[in-house]
């Protein structure tokens, strides 16, 4: 079993920046692959960026790519999104996501076995 705690989210103006934080439990955390996950109103779950097991490599969807860093910490088990250029299209409810059957990092969220609750960003204009 795993458990997932997102926090971090609120609301920031265009340009800005925030980190989100997702906690986890589990002894699977340090051989799972984790990613982001976000949903804006009226549309469908979308890939932000995922990271393999130890960290070594990350993939972004081009919509946050040079923007956003996806990073994790093993012993704390914990991975951060940092968040920079934000823009009001990034508005949306940004969920963690743990795949504690792959090490690799995939895009499909039916891929993932565990996920938080959500937290929400709003990025005002």
């Known amino acids: 079993q795993v458990q997932l705690v997102e926090s971090g989210g609120g609301l920031v103006q265009a340009g800005g920046s925030l980190r989100l934080s997702c906690a986890a439990s589990g002894r699977t955390f340090s051989t799972s692959a984790m990613a982001w996950f976000r949903q804006a109103p009226g549309k469908e779950r979308e890939f932000v960026a995922g990271i393999n097991w130890s960290g070594t490599n990350s993939n972004y969807a081009d919509s946050v790519k040079g923007r956003f860093t996806l990073s994790r910490d093993n012993a704390k088990r914990t991975v951060y999104l940092q968040m920079n250029s934000l823009k009001p299209e990034d508005t949306a409810v940004y969920y963690c996501?743990?795949?504690?059957?792959?090490?690799?990092?995939?895009?499909?969220?039916?891929?993932?076995?565990?996920w938080g609750q959500g937290t929400q960003v709003t990025v005002s204009s």
């Open positions: 996501a743990a795949d504690t059957l792959r090490s690799y990092v995939t895009v499909s969220s039916n891929n993932y076995n565990y």
